[in-house]
């Protein structure tokens, strides 16, 4: 059973910085996608960015700039640095998985439904 957990989240003020990680165990094969999402309440959860296993990285274009994905295949974690947060920040942090078949045409996508395996996800909350 493949089991994927964030965590690192936290209150900081506006301007501040968190570091999230998210880690994957069980039989998720060599091949994956993990991406990071959010959600706000009353809102749909939305993509930060995502990697394969390779490392190649996709961001959501509202991401860029203040938000960095880094991955470490070895270990099966995805990092999520998040600078300058600012209050609208403030929202559930998700990490999922899924297995990545590119001799089929696997892709990563977007949406989270699209994952196989989700975390419990991890709060941060960012006060002015």
């Known amino acids: 059973q493949v089991h994927v957990v964030a965590s690192g989240g936290g209150s900081v003020q506006a301007g501040g910085s968190l570091r999230l990680s998210c880690v994957a165990s069980?039989?998720?094969?060599?091949?994956?996608?993990m991406g990071w999402f959010r959600q706000a309440p009353g809102k749909e959860p939305e993509q930060i960015a995502h990697?394969?296993?390779?490392?190649?990285?996709t961001y959501i274009d509202s991401s860029k700039g203040r938000f960095t994905i880094s991955l470490d295949n070895a270990k099966r974690t995805l990092y999520l640095q998040l600078d300058n947060l600012q209050t609208e920040d403030t929202a559930m942090y998700y990490c999922?998985?899924?297995?990545?078949?590119?001799?089929?045409?696997?892709?990563?996508?977007?949406?989270?439904?699209?994952?196989?395996?989700r975390g419990q996800g991890t709060q941060v909350t960012v006060s002015s």
């Open positions: 999922a998985m899924k297995p990545l078949h590119r001799s089929l045409g696997g892709y990563c996508g977007r949406a989270i439904s699209e994952y196989d395996w």
């Open positions: 069980g039989p998720t094969g060599r091949s994956y996608c």
């Open positions: 990697s394969d296993n390779e490392g190649r990285t």
